[in-house]
């Protein structure tokens, strides 16, 4: 079921868009005047030129796009990154380069990924025992051994 985000768009590209139908993000792209050139391990903050209203409720998770981080070692830092339904800001995306070679983001290329989600806030508990479970403390790892 639809819901309906008002968007505002100062860039030069196209809205962001559903790639089939079955699509859970949709890519964003880069807002630049010129290239940009990340050296291996260098970050960034690469701009979209969007800016948007998420009903109440309702959030943006940024995500990685496969193809990038496979083919370039690019990634993005903070990630699932959170936009809130009360941030009014452009939308910006934290870029980091993974690979051993310079990599390039040139005005326009898809740089990540956008989902939006209901979530649902916590009532916090504060308690002084937790029920037992099978697993317990057990993490890290736990569940794999044999």
């Not at 993005?76 to 983001?105: F, V």
């Amino acid at each position: 079921m639809p819901i309906t985000v008002k968007i505002i768009n100062q860039s030069n590209n196209p809205l962001p868009e559903y790639a089939t139908a079955s699509s859970a993000g949709m890519d964003l792209r880069a807002h630049l005047e010129a290239p940009v050139t990340l050296q291996s391990l260098e970050r960034t903050l690469i701009p979209t030129g969007l800016f948007m209203e998420l009903p109440e409720g309702y959030e943006a998770q940024i995500r990685p796009r496969s193809g990038l981080a496979i083919k370039q070692g690019l990634t993005l830092l903070n990630t699932p990154g959170t936009i809130d339904a009360d941030y009014r800001g452009e939308i910006k995306i934290i870029l980091i380069n993974l690979s051993t070679e310079a990599q390039t983001i040139q005005p326009g290329d898809r740089i990540a990924q956008m989902i939006i989600a209901p979530y649902i806030q916590a009532q916090l508990e504060e308690v002084t025992l937790l029920t037992d479970t099978a697993r317990g403390s057990g993490g890290f790892g736990h569940t794999g051994k044999s």
